[in-house]
């Protein structure tokens, strides 16, 4: 799960977990970039291209040992302003999970 610069906190938070506890979830993932990774874009637009990766952030959890009981993905626009390394006429949209902690 990528956060303010990490690139998971699923290590961060295992040890205070314990096995089969329910993890509830919400991701914001890019759906479609509005401009290539290896287009010039301005300074203030991050390039790293896990950031918002649905895939990737599955796999995170794949990895850290969450097992997904429930999810949605969603198919509704949000504003991508609001997210931090978004370009204007990114889409951006929802996925909720429920999972449960597992030995990875």
């Known amino acids: 799960?990528?956060?303010?610069?990490?690139?998971?906190?699923?290590?961060?938070i295992r040890p205070y977990t314990h096995e089969n506890a329910l993890v509830l979830g919400?991701?914001?993932?890019?759906?479609?970039?509005?401009?290539?990774?290896?287009?010039?874009?301005?300074?203030?637009?991050?390039?790293?291209?896990?950031r918002y990766d649905l895939t990737a952030f599955k796999q995170d959890m794949?990895?850290?040992g969450?097992?997904?009981r429930k999810e949605?993905?969603?198919t509704e626009n949000l504003e991508e302003?609001?997210?931090?390394?978004?370009?204007p006429g990114d889409t951006i949209r929802p996925y909720v999970f429920m999972g449960e902690w597992k030995s990875p």
Do not use: T, W
């Open 1 to 12: 799960m990528q956060h303010y610069g990490f690139s998971s906190v699923f290590p961060v």
């Open 26 to 50: 919400r991701f914001s993932y890019l759906y479609k970039r509005s401009y290539p990774f290896s287009q010039n874009k301005p300074n203030n637009i991050r390039a790293e291209k896990v």
């Open 62 to 64: 794949q990895d850290n």
């Open 66 to 68: 969450i097992q997904i």
């Open 72 to 74: 949605i993905v969603g």
């Open 81 to 87: 302003s609001v997210y931090d390394g978004c370009a």
